[in-house]
């Protein structure tokens, strides 16, 4: 069993930066992709960026240049580096490991103000 515990959401302004983390626990193997999901109210949950085992990368374009998606393999932990922050992307953030089947966050309130 997997349990995923997101971090480091918040208010900021606009133009401001904030750093998502994600910690796992249970039994996490580093080839598991894992990466960060958002849902804004009315909305359907929609991809942010995820990281493979061998640390490529994928990037929605909404966030390509403004998002940095990392992993520390030892801590099981996967990161999310947000810059230059837009009021759209106001949402609820939740992390996602791809294993044996989907895991899923709590998530965490982002709120970026204009």
């Known amino acids: 069993q997997v349990q995923l515990v997101e971090s480091g959401g918040g208010l900021v302004q606009a133009g401001g930066s904030l750093r998502l983390a994600c910690a796992a626990s249970?039994?996490?193997?580093?080839?598991?992709?894992m990466g960060w999901y958002r849902q804004a109210p009315g909305k359907q949950r929609e991809l942010v960026a995820i990281?493979?085992?061998?640390?490529?990368?994928n990037y929605a374009d909404y966030v390509k240049g403004r998002f940095t998606i990392s992993r520390d393999n030892a801590k099981n932990t996967v990161y999310l580096q947000m810059n230059s922050l837009k009021p759209e992307d106001t949402a609820v953030y939740f992390c996602?490991?791809?294993?044996?089947?989907?895991?899923w966050g709590q998530g965490t309130q982002v709120t970026v103000s204009s």
């Open positions: 249970g039994r996490i193997f580093r080839f598991y992709v």
């Open positions: 990281i493979g085992g061998g640390s490529s990368t």
């Open positions: 996602n490991v791809q294993g044996d089947r989907a895991y």
